[in-house]
């Protein structure tokens, strides 16, 4: 069965880190993404990543302050977040696609995880 299962979220304060894990199980992927929805708005992407290649694409708004990076042998993607802000507030999903090449459009990844929620208080 193919799962994809996120954890790491939780309560932070303003300027605080939180690592977000993304573990896969059932198979291997060739791209993830990272997306969060805020209450009242809709799901917006975070950052795309190759899994093969190490391509990355950063939303502006975490440019410089997320990072993505991946363990092989447990076949998983983390996202640290550091100097997080109130505006960063979401439930994050983990997403994952067959295919090697990054992308924003979220109708392109084939899986996604069940989300984590981030609060991040001012």
């Known amino acids: 069965q193919v799962q994809l299962v996120e954890s790491g979220g939780g309560l932070v304060q303003a300027g605080g880190s939180l690592r977000l894990s993304c573990a896969a199980s059932g198979r291997t992927f060739g791209s993830y993404g990272w997306f969060r929805q805020a209450p009242g708005k809709e799901r917006e992407f975070v950052v795309a990543f190759s899994w093969r290649y190490g391509d990355t694409d950063y939303a502006d708004s975490v440019k410089g302050r997320f990072t993505i990076s991946k363990d092989n042998a447990k076949n998983t993607v983390y996202l640290q977040m550091n100097s997080l802000k109130p505006e960063d507030t979401a439930v994050y999903y983990c997403?994952?696609?067959?295919?090697?090449?990054?992308?924003?459009?979220?109708?392109?990844?084939?899986?996604w995880g069940q989300g984590t929620q981030v609060t991040v208080s001012s």
């Open positions: 997403a994952a696609a067959s295919q090697y090449y990054i992308t924003r459009r979220q109708d392109m990844y084939d899986y």
